[in-house]
């Protein structure tokens, strides 16, 4: 009795000096700047030079700011095929200085939209050099762009942390298994093939998985629960479009689709899943889909989830990040190699120079121009938890599915959303299996063999601290 006396007592002096306070609100803000560059440009996502002609619906980088208590944390979306390191280095720190946001609280991913600007990397300076070389300037220089680039991006997060206010956070999966395939395929010789054509005989089965699950955030007024944006993230590559006019790719669908849904301010910030070796070609069919069918079935899907009672709320927010850098070492090739390639750009682009010696040689030049920096490459991995139930992952490069899904098995979230091509674009990041099987993805990479396990490791050590 006196033992139960003092267990109350003590219970009731542990209650005074240790309050169990109600968590503080979770608030969020959302808002997005328009980045469509000027016409004519260079575009990027294939490996010679194509100008755009015009718009065919404008690209945006699209920010959310989180905040709770004392901790902000901001994620920028941008309809671009990806980010390099100078450029959101750059605009971290800027938007650091601006906003107040921890620089390592944020990050900043490009989309990978194949019909936006080339304005980084190795084709990106060939073509710059070349036009400078012949004409004594390049009309389409890329600097300017880069730096309005930057401004933007410290606008748009500016804009998304004005605007914080109260939110309700849901969250889960929905399951789209219809327009997302392997590219990669074992072949009838024992081969793995890349994209080997609608029917084709020699064609045995599938190289790998893809991922069916489509990553859910959803963000509603606190009082009435009216949904306001979603972070959306699906894993299948944003080349669904082509030509020459500038476009989100199948983003825009997939935000139409659910403006019809949820009313005309609803907000879709898109964070691309792990889709190096995932595309949209279905090779039992001759008629591939495009990019307004793909994001309107995409859509579909989403609003179906949300409506139907996919998603539910976490346990308790808590706002927090943690990031750590994976260091991969730079691919080593010899200085005959070094020269050769680099005699070979001009071949880059002419219809007699073989695909994958393209590839190589403009992955050579580049890695020559990453090696200035030092002989590896800091790829940053970072861990967003928005409440207790749910994590974003954000992965530099353009990754296999398999380490997405990796991520995702091992994650102690009920719900963790992996996103890719986050803080740097440093081509493909396949997966052991895949160095040695070869063909593309393997040969467009510029890190050693074993970095996407590295990054799967970081990543899963993340996300179990702060679970
Ligand atoms: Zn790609």
Partial sequence: MKLLRLVVLLTMIAGCILPVRAAEPLRAGVALVEITPPVPFRMSGYFFERLSTGTKDPLFARAVVFQQGKETAALVFCDLLGVPREVSAAAREKIGKTTGIPVANITITGTHTHTGPLYFTVLSDYFHDRAVA?????????????????????????????????????????????????????????????????????????????????????????????????????????????????????????????????????????????????????????????????????????????????????????LAVRSTKVMAPLQKYRPDEIAKAKANMERVGARDFPFLETVETCKIVDIERLRKFGDEVPLEVQVFRLDGDTAIV????????????????????????????????????????????????????????????????AATTLLKELH
């Fill in 134 to 318: 012949k004409n004594g300037t390049d009309p389409y220089d890329s600097a300017p762009y880069r730096a309005t680039l930057i401004e933007k991006l410290v606008e748009v997060v500016s804009q998304a942390k004005a605007a914080v206010a109260p939110v309700k956070l849901t969250s889960g999966y929905a399951v789209e298994d219809r327009i997302a395939f392997n590219r990669r395929f074992v072949m009838k010789d024992g081969s793995v093939g890349w994209n080997p054509g609608a029917k084709n005989p020699n064609i045995v089965r599938p190289a790998g998985p893809t991922d069916p699950q489509v990553g859910i955030v959803l963000l509603s007024s606190l009082e009435k629960a009216e949904p306001q944006a979603a972070i959306v993230s699906f894993a299948m590559h944003l080349d669904t479009t082509g030509g020459t006019l500038y476009s989100a790719d199948y983003v825009k669908s997939l935000s139409d689709r659910l403006q019809r849904e949820f009313g005309p301010n609803f907000k879709t910030l898109f964070g691309t899943g792990t889709c190096g070796n995932i595309n949209h070609i279905d090779v039992t069919r001759q008629e591939q889909r495009k990019a307004d069918a793909l994001g309107e079935l995409l859509g579909d899907t989403v609003a179906k989830a949300i409506q139907g009672g996919a998603l539910s709320s976490g346990r308790e927010p808590a």
């Fill in 394 to 457: 954000m992965l530099p490069a353009e990754v296999f599915v398999e380490l997405g899904l990796a991520i995702k098995a091992a994650s102690p979230f009920k719900t963790t959303l992996v996103v890719e091509l986050a803080n740097d674009d440093i081509a493909y990041i396949p997966t052991k299996q895949a160095f040695a099987e070869g063909n593309y993805e393997p040969t467009n990479s510029r890190v050693v063999r074993g970095t996407g396990e590295k990054l799967v490791e």
